[in-house]
């Protein structure tokens, strides 16, 4: 079965400044998705990054981008200038190819500090 | 389009009654996924629909639980004799037939008293 880690419950970061979030996952699998999810307090999920397992570029999405090392089945998320409006709760997330049951980390809950 | 709503978005029941919640998605996404959220923890998966076809169910997926997408659009998803451990979120979400993203929406929140 396919785990997900996320071993920062939670972290903060001053405005304007940069943080990296944490994400482990175990499979056997070679072929899958990889994704970031972010819920902002009493707000409805958002697909931050995602991230194709065959790809060996890691992606990137404006201030968000990915380390993705896939012989340590690692993920993590780098937020750049940092803005209040990051604080939320940051998911990881972990899909096989061909499959439609999602597995998500327990979350690391994000404070963005002015 | 606004993306997947659900309905309602709170839903406050006491212990052994039933209840539904519906969900509709962004309108071109065949696929549509139904998870569960306690306080503190990620989305956990439920249960899956490929247009009107339920095709994969988790074992979390208990007998008193069922989920139906008649026509392939909206979704529902009905608790039966609901008990103080079925209060969490109720999420869903869709995506589209080429796509691997799932678009959520805001939730169900239940509390079972």
């Known amino acids: 079965a396919q785990t997900v880690t996320q071993s920062q419950p939670e972290m903060s970061v001053q405005e304007a400044e940069t943080v990296t979030l944490s994400c482990t996952y175990d499979t056997s699998e070679s072929n899958y998705y990889l994704f970031w999810y972010k819920q902002p307090p009493s707000r409805q999920m958002i697909l931050v990054i995602r991230?194709?397992?065959?790809?060996?570029q890691n992606a990137t999405e404006n201030r968000f981008s990915v380390n993705f090392q896939k012989a340590a089945k690692s993920f993590s998320l780098k937020i750049s200038d940092s803005q209040l409006g990051d604080t939320a709760m940051y998911f990881c997330a972990f899909m096989k190819y061909n499959n439609n049951d999602m597995r998500f980390g327990a979350g690391t809950r994000l404070t963005v500090k002015p | 389009d606004t993306g997947v709503s659900q309905d309602p978005r709170h839903k406050i029941t006491k212990r052994g009654q039933n209840v539904t919640f519906r969900c509709d998605p962004i309108?071109?996404?065949?696929?549509l996924y139904w998870y569960r959220q306690t306080l503190g923890q990620g989305p956990e998966f439920l249960t899956y629909f490929q247009n009107e076809a339920q095709l994969e169910k988790s074992r979390l997926l208990s007998d008193r639980f069922s989920a139906e997408r008649p026509k392939g659009s909206f979704s529902t998803l009905e608790i039966q004799r609901t008990e103080q451990g079925d209060s969490a979120m109720y999420l869903c979400?869709?995506?589209?037939?080429?796509?691997?993203?799932?678009?959520f929406g805001p939730g169900t929140r239940l509390t079972v008293t």
């Open positions: 979400a869709s995506s589209g037939p080429t796509s691997a993203e799932q678009y």
């Open positions: 309108s071109e996404h065949n696929r």
């Open positions: 991230q194709e397992a065959y790809k060996q």
